[in-house]
Structures are given as C-alpha cells and as structure tokens.
C-alpha cells in the first residue's frame, strides 16, 4: 500500500492527483485553535 494511499484514504480523499509528502501534517494555532493542518499539492 502507498504512502499517499494510505493518507487520502484516511482524509477520505477521492482525487488521485493530491499527494502527500513526508511532513503532510503539522499542529498549528489557527484563531486561537490548536489545529492539525494537512498539506497536500495537486498535480495532473
């Protein structure tokens, strides 16, 4: 199973064009919300 299958299949991502590096997830505060933000790119 691939790394990037396993993550969108997580996240329930259906687009096979967004892939996922090693650091695709980081914690953040975002307005005062201690947030888990994903980062993905979408290529074609």
């Known amino acids: 199973m691939s ?3 396993s993550i969108r ?3 329930n991502i259906k687009d ?3 892939t996922f590096d090693e650091n695709f997830c980081a ?3 975002i307005k ?3 947030s888990k933000v ?3 790119q979408l290529t074609y």
Do not use: A, M, T
Request: aromatic content about 16%.
């Open 38 to 40: 994903f980062y993905g």
């Open 16 to 18: 096979k064009n967004i």
């Open 9 to 11: 299949n997580l996240l």
């Open 3 to 5: 790394h990037h299958y």
């Open 27 to 29: 914690e953040e505060l």
């Open 32 to 34: 005062g919300v201690q």
